[in-house]
């Protein structure tokens, strides 16, 4: 249909005249509400884009304590739990880097404390003096751990009962 009666129904029903297809031969129009389209295909968009894994990081060293090795054992599952990558770095000092067998054992240990939620994508390799593993979550451990969404709406959101 020509152009200006397309327009002209366009006003009528209080909708948009947007062009779908310029290169076709003739182009290509609809008769939409140009806001709400362009709402919706920023939203599929958004729902495309592919989720991005944060890296959080874990420091421990070859001579760390049980206790200490448990704390950072349960914010590694946290953080496994809300779906993000865990970098493990084991830092030598001094005449410890002499002895890289005990750090790689610390590791491996550490990643077979967490092999139940997490799978090594990254095998400890010795880098300078400090040794580095990367764990990611195993498929589906999000639900199965009660993790949080990340969502900025819900860091926004306050509990009512809550003071400022």
């Known amino acids: 249909m020509p152009t200006r009666q397309a327009l002209e129904l366009s006003r009528a029903a209080g909708l948009d005249l947007v062009v779908v297809a310029a290169t076709a031969q003739p182009p290509v129009c609809r008769i939409i509400d140009y806001g709400r389209h362009k709402y919706e295909t920023e939203k599929r968009e958004k729902e495309n ?38 970098r493990v770095l084991c830092q030598f000092r001094a005449r410890e880097i002499t002895h890289p067998e005990i750090g790689q054992r610390k590791l491996e ?13 990254k095998a400890p390799s ?39």
Do not use: C, Y
């Not at 240990?109 to 994508?121: G, K, M, P, T, W």
């Not at 195993?138 to 306050?158: F, T």
């Open 109 to 121: 240990r550490f990643a077979e404390l967490l092999a139940d939620i997490s799978v090594i994508d």
């Open 49 to 86: 884009k592919k989720k991005v894994q944060d890296v959080k990081g874990i420091k421990i060293r070859p001579n760390i304590a049980e206790h200490d090795l448990q704390t950072l054992l349960r914010r590694s599952k946290e953080f496994l739990g809300e779906g993000d990558k865990v």
């Open 126 to 164: 010795l880098d300078g003096k400090q040794m580095v593993m990367v764990l990611i979550p195993k498929p589906g451990i999000r639900e199965n751990l009660g993790g949080k969404k990340k969502d900025a709406e819900d860091k926004d959101k306050q509990d009512g009962g809550e003071e400022v």
